[in-house]
């Protein structure tokens, strides 16, 4: 049997599958990882957060990689893994996805269920309201005035939704996520190298759970001598080929699970 035809059969016979997508299943839409060639960080430095709330320049500088970036995410469509995700959830299989991810491709697909553990670029959050909105109209803001903006609100400091370097990550959607990977029978990780912990302490909760553990990446990664199925090749193709193989088996199933 096929890597591929293996992974039709699992998530076909799966009743609370998960996934955990990394960066690699959108460079396929045309967003670079940040931290590769031609990646925001590859030209510039990231902003730690302790700089963004103590120093105006720092502001101005993220403002402007976020700006930079902002294109990338708005012109981008999600691609056949995401849409197969989706179309995974909607099928009762698989329960959400988990993603390290800030573009919301995910949602675009169609996923309902979405662990975004570093939040998303498609917001922006004031850090001393509530107040947040979409993104598009304060990056059109900085980019006419050439200033970070403050707050509409309070005018207080305000950045995109996201998690920046030395921001802790968000305790509800960490703890959600673990739950999720720790009831999972499935749990696939998808673009992803695990090196960045905790996240990458999730798959190994799923298979010490006693989940099947899947890994597709380009590159081998820490985690590949405990999963039951390594799959190193474009997510894209192997998306495809696992389509092939898993529509008979959805055409025949009249009644899908849910949870």
């Known amino acids: 049997m096929t890597a591929p035809a293996q992974l039709a ?3 076909s016979e799966a009743r609370s599958a998960v996934a955990f997508t990394g960066a690699g299943i959108s460079t396929e839409s045309g967003i670079p990882d940040f931290r590769s060639p031609g990646g925001v960080w590859s030209r510039s430095q990231p902003v730690y957060f302790d700089e963004f709330l103590r120093d105006p320049a720092a502001r101005e500088e993220y403002w402007r990689q976020k700006a930079e970036s902002h294109r990338d995410f708005r012109e981008a469509r ?24 800030i573009d919301g491709l995910h949602q675009v ?10 939040g998303t670029a498609r917001e922006i959050a004031c850090l001393e309201c509530t107040h947040r909105e979409n993104a598009d109209r304060l990056v059109e803001q900085f980019i006419a005035e050439g200033r970070a903006p403050d707050c509409p609100r309070c005018g207080g400091l305000i950045k995109h939704a996201t998690i920046s370097f ?5 305790e509800d959607v960490l703890l959600a996520a673990a739950q999720a990977a720790q009831r999972a029978d499935l749990f696939i990780t998808i673009g992803s190298s695990l090196v960045v ?25 820490p985690l590949d001598s405990m999963a039951d199925l390594v799959i190193n090749a474009a997510i894209g193709e192997t998306f495809r080929a696992v389509r092939a193989e898993i529509q ?7 009644s899908p699970r849910r949870h």
């Open 197 to 221: 912990t905790p996240a990458a302490n999730l798959p190994v909760i799923a298979k010490q759970s006693g989940a099947k553990l899947v890994i597709i990446n380009r590159d081998a990664t």
């Open 78 to 101: 999600p691609n056949i893994a995401h849409e197969e995700l989706a179309r995974w959830e909607e099928s009762g299989r698989l329960v959400g996805v988990i993603t390290q991810n």
């Open 9 to 11: 059969a699992w998530i």
């Open 109 to 118: 697909a169609g996923s309902r269920t979405v662990w975004e553990l570093h």
């Open 248 to 254: 008979p088996r959805v055409k025949t199933d009249e």
């Open 166 to 170: 030395g921001q802790a990550l968000p």
